[in-house]
C-alpha cells in the first residue's frame, strides 16, 4: 500500500501532536512539510519533526502535486478557506473540528470536497476513544435495546486563556460540540431541539465574550429520545469526559476520571489518579483516528465522520448557542 504524504498546517500544541502521531505511530504516513503563519513556529516544528520543509503559505502546499494530504489544525475561522483550497488542489483534508465556523462555510465546503472527489474527515476523535468504540458496537448489537436517553459530561481542568477564549466561538460550540457530535453517533438518530442553558461562575473575563464556563444542553431527537450534555470549564480535579447511554433493556457507562488502574489504599483512605489532560485521556484515539483517514485515503473509502458529519454536529452547536443568547428552545 503507497505512502500518504502529509503536510501540517497549524503547528500549536495540538498540531504538532497529530504531527508526531503520524510521523512515528501511523502506518501508511509520512510528514513532509509543515505550515504555520509565522516563520520562526514553522522553522521550529520542522526542526522538532526532523523534516527540512516548512512554509508560511498553505498555497505552496496546494500546488505541490507531491503532496496527497493535509491535516489543518488552525483557528476555527480559517476552516472554510483552507478545506475549499485543499479541496481544490485535489488534497485529502483532515480538519480539526468543528468543520466550519458557519453553516453557510459548511454548506459551500461540503459542495467543494463532492465536486473535487477528495476525502474530508472532522477531528472527533470520541468517536475512535476504545470505550466509545465498544459501547457503540454493544449498542449496535441490541445489548441495551433500544436506545433512550444519553448522558454526557465534558469537564476541562480549568480554562484556556483569555486569548483563547475571545476566538473559540464560545463553550457550545467549542466543547459542547464534541458531546453533540457522539451523542448523534450512539443514539443513531438525528436531533430535532435544543435548549442550553449556561452561566459564568469562576472566570469572570468570559463575560465580554458572551461566553459561559458552566453549562447544560438538552437535546431531542427525531425519535423521541433525550440526551443532557454538561459542559464545564470548572474540573479542578482532572480532565473528567464521561458518558451513558440509557436503553429499554439495560444501560452503558462510558469512560472515567480514574487514569492508571491502581488504587492506592493509605491512611484509612483509598484514591487513585484522575486524567490530567485532553491529550493523556484520548492518546489512542487521535493515534486511531489519523489510521482511519490514511486507511481511507488508500482504499478511497468514506470516513465514519465525514464534512456532513460535521455540519451536523456544527447546526445542533449553533443552535445551542442561540438558545442560550435567546433563552428558548430552538428547532433545527
Not at 213 to 230: P, Y
Request: with cysteine; hydrophobic share 40%; charged share 30%.
Amino acid at each position: 500500500m503507497r505512502t500518504i504524504r502529509c503536510a501540517v498546517i497549524g503547528v500549536g500544541r495540538l498540531g504538532i501532536f497529530h504531527a508526531k502521531n503520524a510521523a512515528t505511530r501511523v502506518k501508511g504516513a509520512e510528514i513532509v512539510a509543515v505550515v504555520a503563519t509565522r516563520e520562526e513556529s514553522a522553522k521550529r516544528a520542522a526542526v522538532e519533526l526532523g523534516i527540512a520543509r516548512w512554509s508560511i503559505d498553505p498555497q505552496e502546499i496546494f500546488d505541490d502535486p507531491s503532496i496527497d494530504a493535509v491535516i489543518i489544525v488552525t483557528p476555527t475561522k480559517t476552516h472554510a478557506e483552507l478545506i475549499s483550497q485543499a479541496a481544490r488542489s485535489k488534497k485529502h483534508i483532515f480538519v480539526d473540528k468543528p468543520v466550519t465556523e458557519t453553516l453557510e462555510e459548511a454548506d459551500k465546503v461540503i459542495k467543494e470536497v463532492a465536486n473535487n472527489g477528495v476525502i474530508c474527515q472532522v477531528g472527533f476523535m470520541r468517536r475512535f476513544d476504545p470505550a466509545y468504540v465498544r459501547a457503540k458496537k454493544r449498542i449496535e448489537h441490541g445489548d441495551i435495546g433500544e436506545p433512550l436517553y444519553f448522558k454526557g459530561v465534558s469537564r476541562d481542568p480549568g480554562s484556556p486563556p483569555e486569548s483563547y477564549i475571545k476566538t473559540s466561538g464560545g463553550i457550545f460550540l467549542d466543547l459542547n460540540i464534541h458531546e453533540y457530535d457522539i451523542a448523534r453517533y450512539l443514539m443513531e438518530d438525528e436531533v430535532e431541539s435544543v435548549q442550553s442553558f449556561g452561566d459564568v461562575l469562576v472566570h469572570p473575563f468570559m463575560e465580554k465574550y458572551g461566553d459561559v464556563d458552566q453549562s447544560i444542553t438538552v437535546l431531542k431527537f427525531k425519535n423521541g429520545a433525550t440526551a443532557s450534555i454538561e459542559g464545564s470549564r470548572n474540573s479542578t480535579f482532572g480532565y473528567d469526559i464521561r458518558g451513558e447511554v440509557v436503553g429499554t433493556e439495560g444501560s452503558i457507562q462510558i469512560g472515567s476520571l480514574q487514569y492508571h488502574n491502581n488504587i492506592i489504599l493509605k491512611n484509612n483512605r483509598s484514591y487513585h489518579d484522575n486524567v490530567p489532560d485532553f491529550l493523556t485521556k484520548f492518546e489512542d484515539a487521535f493515534v486511531a483516528e489519523l489510521e482511519h483517514f490514511i486507511d481511507c485515503i488508500q482504499n478511497n473509502k468514506k470516513p465514519i465522520v465525514d464534512e456532513v458529519d460535521g455540519k451536523k454536529s456544527l447546526e445542533v452547536a449553533v443552535a445551542a448557542t442561540e438558545s442560550f443568547k435567546i433563552k428558548e428552545k430552538v428547532f433545527l
